[in-house]
Nanobody, 115 residues
Framework: QVQLAESGGGLVQPGGSLRLSCAAS????????MAWYRQPPGEPRKWVAQITNSGFTNYADSVKGRFTISTDNVKNTVDLQMNSLKTEDTAVYYC?????????WGQGIQVTVSS
C-alpha cells in the first residue's frame, strides 16, 4: 500500500505561482512512476505531468514550460511547481503513483486561479 497526501493548494491570482507537494508513505525509489492529474469543474480527470524513478519527465501540452515536476528521495515527496498560472488551471489536483501494477491516488487538493 502507498498512501499519498497532497498539500500546497489554494487561491492564487492569474500569473502567480503555487507549489504542490505530495508526500508518500513509502520510499519513492521503489515507485515506477509518480504523476499529477487534475480535474477541472464539470470535466473528467486529466493527466498533467509525470516523472519516473529514473528521472524522466513528461508534461501535457497545456502546462509545458510553466509547470515542473520533481521528486525528493529523502523526503519521499513529488512536487509540482506551477508558474504563470491561468484561470483554466483551476482544478482539483491529484497525486498518483504506480507501483507493482497497482495505481494509488491521493485525495486531491483544490487550486483556484482567480482575480
Amino acid at each position: 500500500q502507498v498512501q499519498l497526501a497532497e498539500s500546497g493548494g489554494g487561491l492564487v491570482q492569474p500569473g502567480g505561482s503555487l507549489r504542490l507537494s505530495c508526500a508518500a508513505s513509502t520510499d519513492i525509489a521503489g515507485i515506477s512512476t509518480m504523476a499529477w492529474y487534475r480535474q477541472p469543474p464539470g470535466e473528467p480527470r486529466k493527466w498533467v505531468a509525470q516523472i519516473t524513478n529514473s528521472g524522466f519527465t513528461n508534461y501535457a501540452d497545456s502546462v509545458k514550460g510553466r509547470f515542473t515536476i520533481s521528486t525528493d528521495n529523502v523526503k519521499n515527496t513529488v512536487d509540482l511547481q506551477m508558474n504563470s498560472l491561468k484561470t483554466e488551471d483551476t482544478a482539483v489536483y491529484y497525486c498518483y503513483a504506480y507501483r507493482a501494477q497497482y495505481d494509488y491516488w491521493g485525495q486531491g487538493i483544490q487550486v483556484t486561479v482567480s482575480s
